[in-house]
DNA sequence: GTAACTACTTACCACTTTGTAACTGGTTAC
DNA sequence: GTAACCAGTTACAAAGTGGTAAGTAGTTAC
């Protein structure tokens, strides 16, 4: 038996890899952090928020909503307007975001202070 | 003012980016999580247990050390070992490990289950 | 001296990821 | 018709990332 406060898991790495897997790359967990954190958003708007090109955020909304992190909802506007927003599986990794995001803050005031 | 249960930026997402920048790529966060979780490691250990080949590992635990997240020693052993240690910085981490093991456990149980 | 073990490093190649720019297709406003 | 806005897509290029295999360097065992 181990310390049950830690994660007890011989290969605690291959759940580290999965995880990976899911989010992997520069913008995945950029784009949920800001549909969880935020809210719905257009795909124009996404774009222009998180500085993601549109080839490039087209693709990946596509794999997020492969693995049911976002949903799609085209509207009846007057051009055409999609929104995408996050599941309620997307809310299970609000504990791995706001983590990054916390870690993430606390690292910019580290590295100022140097 | 914001929920503070919630972060409070406007630009969350870019806390998320710094975070990115320095555990980016398929490696850092596993071996990280081994360091972390179970200890002190040898380099040939980590390669085996993590599977990674030793040109690559060379890479990671540079740039790790580089970031102040790993530490090395040079042991006095028959042929030379060297042992790689999180440092308390990296344990700061923790949290953003923690939460990237138990979803990684959490969706391998979800996708069982489909 | 030769083989074996440690910890890397180097050269080379392949695949993946990302970016830029331009273009498609549909609708509305003038 | 022309311009403008939305949501993408396509083509192409550049950069990043990862892998294999072999080599370096130091020490030990035979």
């Known amino acids: ?14 759940f580290i890899q999965d995880t990976l897997y899911v989010v992997n790359g520069k913008w995945k967990l950029v784009i949920l ?4 954190n935020k809210g719905t958003r257009r795909f124009g708007e996404l774009s222009r928020e998180s500085g993601i090109s549109p080839r490039i955020l087209s693709r990946e909304l596509h ?23 996050s599941t309620e599986y997307a809310e299970t990794l609000k504990e791995v975001i706001g983590a990054m995001i916390r870690w993430g803050q606390n690292h910019r005031k580290k590295i100022k202070g140097q």
């Open 1 to 14: 038996m181990k310390d049950n406060l830690d994660v007890e898991c011989e290969n605690v790495h291959s």
């Open 33 to 36: 952090s800001i549909l969880v």
């Open 63 to 85: 794999e997020l909503e492969m693995n049911q992190l976002i949903s799609r909802r085209v509207c009846n506007t007057k051009p055409v307007t999609v929104e995408y927003s």
